[in-house]
């Protein structure tokens, strides 16, 4: 996890496990969207957690699904702290077309509730004029 998301009525626990998709899930995934011989069109949410720590999950997915022959399509909520130049340069190849990147409110507010594990702040980081 990137950020500590803190909340009024959103208690977190410090300990905190890293569940990542495995080759045979994504594998296994693949192959059932593939079964649907109906399947025209794929369109994709990358959210939940961060899916910016999964990024080279993401690409590997990514590729396979375009290569499905199916109309594939996708977008993503990111808290948009590990969105580098690289990354965003890399959005159109994998069929990204929109980013959603949340903030809990102006700088003091969201640096309270959204902060590293060792409490430094990531507004200016994420809200970059």
């Not at 594998?27 to 794929?42: G, M, T, W, Y």
């Not at 990204?96 to 509730?113: E, F, P, Y």
């Amino acid at each position: 996890m990137n950020i500590r998301a803190y909340g009024s009525s959103l208690q977190i626990s410090e300990e905190h496990k890293n569940i990542s998709m495995t080759d045979e899930v994504e594998d296994k995934l693949v192959k059932f969207i593939s079964s649907n011989e109906q399947a025209k069109q794929l369109t994709v949410t990358w959210f939940g957690g961060e899916p910016l720590l999964e990024f080279k999950r993401i690409v590997s997915l990514t590729k396979k699904m375009q290569a499905l022959n199916l109309d594939y399509q996708a977008d993503m909520i990111t808290n948009g702290y590990l969105l580098t130049e690289k990354v965003v340069a890399m959005l159109p190849s994998l069929s990204i077309s929109s980013l959603q990147i949340t903030i809990n409110g102006m700088k003091a507010v969201h640096d309270s509730r959204r902060c590293l594990k060792l409490g430094a702040p990531t507004f200016d980081r994420i809200y970059v004029l």
